[in-house]
Nanobody, 121 residues
Framework: QVQLVESGGGLVQAGDSLRLSCAASGRTFYKMAWFRQAPGKEREFVAGKTSSGGITHYADSVKGRFTISRDNAKNTVYLQMDSLKPEDTAVYYC????????????????WGQGTQVTVSS
């Protein structure tokens, strides 16, 4: 049974950092990514990375502030979030799949349950 389990969310102040983790079990994946969904908004792509580490994509809104990394031995993907802003407040979801790396939600086969990140001003 495939599972993605996120951890690391919380309440922080603007300018602080957080690191999210997503541990996958049941199989390995070519691509793993992070999406987020703020209240009243669509779920949006944040960052994604391939298993080889050769391809990485970021949303423009997080470039230079967030870093995605993978530990293939642990089958885990991380999202280091620095210089957090109130507009980063959202539920963050881990996603995984086998096809080409993409920012499109429907191109991912498996999802975690999400972890809340709240950034106060």
């Amino acid at each position: 049974q495939v599972q993605l389990v996120e951890s690391g969310g919380g309440l922080v102040q603007a300018g602080d950092s957080l690191r999210l983790s997503c541990a996958a079990s049941g199989r390995t994946f070519y691509k793993m990514a992070w999406f987020r969904q703020a209240p009243g908004k669509e779920r949006e792509f944040v960052a994604g990375k391939t298993s080889s580490g050769g391809i990485t994509h970021y949303a423009d809104s997080v470039k230079g502030r967030f870093t995605i990394s993978r530990d293939n031995a642990k089958n885990t993907v991380y999202l280091q979030m620095d210089s957090l802003k109130p507009e980063d407040t959202a539920v963050y979801y881990c996603a995984a799949g086998s096809s080409l790396l993409s920012g499109v939600r429907d191109r991912y086969d498996y999802w975690g349950q999400g972890t809340q990140v709240t950034v106060s001003s």
